[in-house]
């Protein structure tokens, strides 16, 4: 086509063709830019969760060294050896027993899904008076209408 008809003298089909064409150009280079967008963000939560998980098990190695440097750093003080791992081990368990605490009130204020409940009722309300179209069985004998078969 020449450009002095651009338009003008294609029929309805041809217009409706172009159009699904570049549509179509349109969702996949917009798919496109999702995949590369979600590849840099995926990237980024690797990079993170690694840098996490290497923070976490340092932390984790740290707490028996921490421990007895403040066992020694208590003994040093004057008290027994025995006395200042006992008051270490102590403060640990009253740390855990608050984080315990803690954790029981903040599960106590877990109330159900409510607005998903009667989301999902609703739901199934519409459902249940939904009536469904049975298809007539076309080709088939008596014998092959109870057996029901997949096209996978």
Do not use: C
């Not at 025995?82 to 081990?89: E, K």
């Not at 877990?110 to 998903?116: F, L, M, N, R």
């Amino acid at each position: 086509m020449s450009a002095a008809d651009d338009g003008a003298n294609r029929s309805l089909g041809q217009l409706v063709a172009t159009a699904t064409t570049e549509l179509s150009a349109l969702v996949h280079d917009e798919i496109a830019l999702a995949k590369a967008e979600l590849r840099q963000d995926v990237k980024r939560v690797g990079i993170g969760g690694g840098a996490i998980a290497a923070a976490g098990t340092l932390a984790l190695f740290s707490l028996p060294v921490l421990s007895f440097a403040a066992a020694y750093g208590i003994h040093n003080l004057g008290l027994g050896l025995a006395w200042s791992f006992l008051i270490v081990g102590g403060a640990f368990l009253v740390i855990a027993a608050i984080l315990g605490l803690l954790a029981v009130a903040k599960f106590k204020k877990v109330s159900k899904p409510e607005k998903s409940i009667a989301s999902a009722k609703e739901t199934a309300a519409v459902l249940g008076t939904v009536k469904p179209h049975p298809r007539p069985l076309v080709g088939t004998s008596q014998a092959d209408a109870s057996v029901t078969r997949s096209s996978v």
